[in-house]
Structure formats: C-alpha cells, structure tokens
C-alpha cells in the first residue's frame, strides 16, 4: 500500500506564476489536509478536504490560494500569482476519517522556491 | 485545541534514554495527546497518542500523569536515527493538527 504521493516535490515558480501542487492520498483515505512549514517552524494547517468538500479552509489565505479534492484524481493546492513570501514546504496528509481515532499520514511535502 | 509547551532543543547522547516533557495546561476532558516525529525535508511521523497513564509501543513511551497537565514522550536507547523535531499536540482533532515549534532533538555518538 503507497504511502501518501506528493508532486511536484521541488517547484520553482518566478513572482506572479501559479503554483500547482498534487496530492495523491493513501488508498482507502477519503479526508486530505493542508499544512504549510516555514523555516525552522512548526507546520500551519491551512486546508481540510474530504471528497469533493471543503470541510474547514480556516488557514488558507483568502486571496490567491485555493484546494480542492475532486471524484477523481488527486487534491490539489493551486497558489495564483506567487510571492516570495510563499516559499515554503508545503505538505498533505490523509487519513480515513476525521476524529483522533484517525492517525494522518504525511506525504514527503513539495518545496516551493519563489524567484 | 490546548497549547503546549516543550523545550525548544535537547542533546542526548546514543544509548540514552531521552525523555521529552510537554506542558498542556488547559487541556479538555475529551482532548487526546499525540505526539509526532518530523526529519529533515520529510513529512511528520506519528509515533504515539494516548489520553491517560501509560502507553508503551514498538518505537516510545508515553507517560501521563493523572491531572494530564502534561505527558513525557520516553525514547529508550536513542541512536543517531533518532535525530528529529519531536511534536506534542493536544485536542480532539476531529478535523485538522495545530503544531507547534517542536523540539529539536540533537543526538551525539
């Protein structure tokens, strides 16, 4: 069983382009998350998805940032119009359902260098 | 979700036992503590959760005490691998982990 899929894992974007980062959950994981890691920080929760909703985007920024998690296919964490204050790793995890009975699983996070 | 405190870095040496307190003050009655392991350029890692007293698995050790103020990650016989930030998080976590700055531990032959 594959663990959780991330690509790209290393992105360049130049200011202004969009960023487009997959994630690929672990078979059986209906419920996928978000986290962002700064430097020397802890990770930011930013997104939490199940199948085709958005339960919570509480920690996503409201402007140029936007997930989803379709039928089919991967979620994916879409930054328009980057900035180099958006460089960061940025990481998903899934698991098979909401609640502390459920361990999340992290993938190995995309690092993203703005130019 | 309660916020924690732990110790910003500790040095251990191999074949040790490192033990890693956290402070969880204002921690709910339905709230559970997990911790987690992160190394360099990877994704976190669970490594053990409990609500109370002790939980013992394949890889640490949790010890609670009876008020759940706080809880001590235990790792016995740490070796170089063992290397990592080390998480502690508090809460229901119905849908989403708040970490906080972990504690980075540095382990010496």
């Known amino acids: 069983n594959a663990g959780v899929m991330q690509n790209p894992r290393h992105l360049v974007r130049r200011r202004g382009q969009e960023a487009r980062l997959r994630c690929s959950p672990m078979?059986?994981?209906?419920?996928v998350y978000w986290y962002r890691q700064l430097p020397e920080e802890g990770l930011k929760f930013m997104v939490y998805l199940q199948k085709e909703n958005i339960i919570d985007e509480s920690g996503m920024p409201k402007e140029r940032f936007s997930a989803e998690f379709p039928k089919e296919g991967p979620s994916i964490l879409r930054i328009q119009q980057v900035v180099r204050g958006d460089s960061a790793a940025y990481f998903c995890?899934?698991?098979?359902?909401?609640?502390?009975?459920?361990?999340?699983?992290f993938g190995p996070g995309t690092r993203l260098t703005v130019t | 979700l309660a916020k924690t405190t732990q110790p910003i870095s500790m040095d251990s040496y191999e074949g040790q036992e490192v033990n890693i307190t956290c402070s969880h003050n204002n921690i709910a009655t339905n709230d559970y503590i997990t911790w987690y392991q992160q190394f360099p350029s990877q994704g976190p890692r669970f490594i053990i959760q409990?609500?109370?007293t002790k939980v013992t698995n394949e890889v640490a050790s949790l010890f609670i005490p009876a008020d759940r103020k706080s809880s001590t990650l235990s790792l016995p016989r740490v070796s170089l691998s063992d290397t990592a930030v080390y998480y502690c998080l508090v809460g229901d976590i119905r849908d989403k982990i708040i970490f906080g700055k972990g504690t980075r531990l540095h382990i010496l032959p």
């Open positions: 995890a899934s698991s098979q359902g909401p609640g502390s009975d459920y361990e999340q699983y």
């Open positions: 409990g609500y109370k």
């Open positions: 078979k059986g994981h209906s419920h």
